[in-house]
């Protein structure tokens, strides 16, 4: 099988023209040699005489011995004229062997300093899949260069016998890969992957949602394992849309603000959501008491306070949904339960690896567990490295189907070596195709301990992070930014196509640390960088020896 760069093109959702190059894209890979390089999807662009000349080749095939292959395909219906072969694009008329010309006159130019005066063959082939050319003529080029709907089976036997026979040449070919692949960024188009793995994602970690929710016991008190990516968030959201379809009342209840805020957008209008202490707060105004917050013990105050509270009529669910259950302790669980009606079903939805805050695991008698080692969301590469670095006595199961590559590092000394890590990071993401609002830098210290938060930008990005304060309406108001920058604490719950975890700091790696670890690296959905102190790098290091 063919070398294929970009190498997640099977990941790339297209259609029509850009569909029939992913299905030629999927011929060549089968049916040409491994020591064949196929690029997709060159492009390149340059200056003439004050107007900007662009040349598209749709693959390039690189020989050992350093020969270029170049096919162009034309999809669709084309036009034989007394000109030559026409292709129609948006309504305009185009002859196939002058843009042929154009671009080989373009790439030679472009190579000449690649090559340094070693001698380059550069064949040319027209591949139309869907036309079957009457007069071979009008394309320009010699028959046995052109492969139409009636030869299209043997494209790979036509390019192969177009192979000439030479000695290797390792070191131009090389430079010619990196010229195509690296030169011209050739990489894949990562806003045209992420809708599609976000969907594909969705749908794989809807499993979950399906079969947990066919569960029939009675009382109804589930226990969810589960880990990150695993589809709690998906289950939740169904087990509240399936009890606002049916008139029954719900309420979901977390730990983390951010979770709450994020799932609130989400969840249907009629349906409660709150962290704990939101809700202690709401039902004890209801009640008409307040608290004092800026009493030392204001929080230990309304959590007893509120489990006093006896539930009135209005107060009582149907459906309970409790997610970060790692996070709660025991005095919180009888007060939630309370407000379950007869026949009510209960839902506790946990990681224990993203239990940040020390707490101690919870019995909860009568609760039937049910364990979901499975990860939808990560990229396999990366949970490579959490099973491998952290040393799970349960690995977690990667079913992404995103491989994702290799996870970068980047070591720093001091802060200024921090920050200057961390913008690298950043601009590796950018490099990479994503969009600022694509990365989540997340940071592995707490709002009070971290170096970057005091910042309001990052070399030439402007971060956006949580000021503290909420608006009138309850939402958390954020500093003006186009890069997000939250604690890995905040961010739990959550997930970006791309996270740069940064600020990775510690001397042994206690359980804290592995878990701080666990719910940073497991948020990327498909890129993952890590900035790491070098303390940090040396105890990574040696475990994964």
Not at 151 to 170: F, I, K, M, N
Not at 222 to 237: E, I, P
Not at 325 to 333: C, K, M, R, S
Request: contains cysteine; hydrophobic residues 45%; charged residues 25%.
């Amino acid at each position: 099988m063919a070398t294929v760069l970009p190498t997640d093109w099977r990941t790339v959702e297209a259609a029509g023209a850009a569909q029939r190059e992913i299905e030629t894209l999927a011929t060549l890979a089968a049916g040409l040699p491994d020591e064949l390089t196929v690029l997709h999807g060159v492009h390149w662009t340059r200056v003439e005489r004050g107007f900007a000349v662009f040349g598209e080749i749709d693959f390039v095939i690189v020989t050992p011995g350093a020969s270029i292959l170049l096919i162009e395909q034309k999809s669709g219906f084309l036009t034989e004229t007394a000109d030559g072969l026409v292709k129609k694009y948006e309504g305009r008329d185009k002859l196939v062997r002058p843009q042929l010309d154009r671009t080989l006159d373009a790439l030679r130019r472009r190579l000449a300093p690649i090559v340094q005066g070693e001698p380059l063959a550069i064949d040319c082939f027209l591949y139309c899949p869907d036309y079957t050319i009457k007069s071979i003529g009008t394309a320009g080029l010699p028959p046995e260069r052109i492969v139409d709907a009636r030869s299209r089976g043997q494209l790979c036997a036509r390019l192969l016998a177009a192979v000439p026979a030479e000695p290797p040449r390792d070191l131009l070919a090389h430079r010619l890969r990196r010229f195509f692949e690296n030169e011209l960024q050739l990489v894949a188009d990562v806003s045209a992957l992420l809708g599609h793995a976000e969907r594909m994602v969705t749908r794989l970690s809807e499993g979950l949602a399906t079969w947990a929710r066919r569960l029939e016991f009675e009382p109804f008190r589930l226990r969810v394992v589960g880990t990150a990516g695993s589809g709690k968030t998906q289950l939740a959201l169904a087990v509240l849309n399936d009890a606002a379809a049916a008139g029954r009342k719900a309420l979901f209840v977390c730990f983390n603000r951010p979770l709450a805020d994020h799932l609130a957008r989400m969840a249907p209008a009629a349906v409660e959501v709150a962290t704990f202490h939101q809700l202690c707060d709401r039902r004890l105004r209801a009640a008409g008491q307040r608290i004092d917050f800026s009493a030392p013990d204001a929080f230990a105050a309304m959590e007893s306070r509120f489990a006093a509270l006896t539930p009135g009529a209005d107060d009582a669910v149907d459906e309970l949904i409790i997610d970060e259950g790692q996070d709660f302790v025991a005095e919180w669980v009888a007060p939630l339960l309370a407000r379950l009606r007869p026949g009510g079903r209960a839902w506790w939805l946990e990681d224990p690896m993203q239990n940040l805050y020390g707490r101690d695991p919870l019995a909860l008698p009568g609760f039937t567990t049910l364990r979901a080692d499975t990860n939808y969301r990560s990229p396999r590469g990366v949970l490579g490295h959490v099973n491998r670095l952290l040393a799970r006595q349960r690995p977690i199961e990667a079913a992404s189907p995103i491989a994702g590559g290799e996870v970068e590092f980047l070591t720093y000394g001091d802060t200024a070596d921090l920050i200057d890590k961390t913008r690298r990071a950043v601009t590796l993401a950018l490099q990479a195709g994503f969009r600022k609002q694509d990365v989540a830098l997340v940071t592995f210290s707490g709002r009070e301990r971290s170096r970057l938060m005091p910042f309001d930008a990052l070399g030439a990005h402007r971060l956006m992070s949580f000021t503290g304060r909420y608006d009138l309406f309850g939402n958390p108001q954020y500093s003006e930014g186009d890069l997000l920058l939250e604690t890995v604490y905040r961010f739990k719950g959550q997930a970006a196509p791309c996270v740069v975890l940064t600020e990775v700091d510690f001397e042994t790696l206690d359980e804290i640390a592995r878990r701080k670890l666990f719910v940073g690296m497991t948020r990327a959905s498909m890129k993952l960088v890590v900035v790491l102190s070098e303390r940090a790098a040396a105890t990574l290091m040696a475990r994964a020896e």
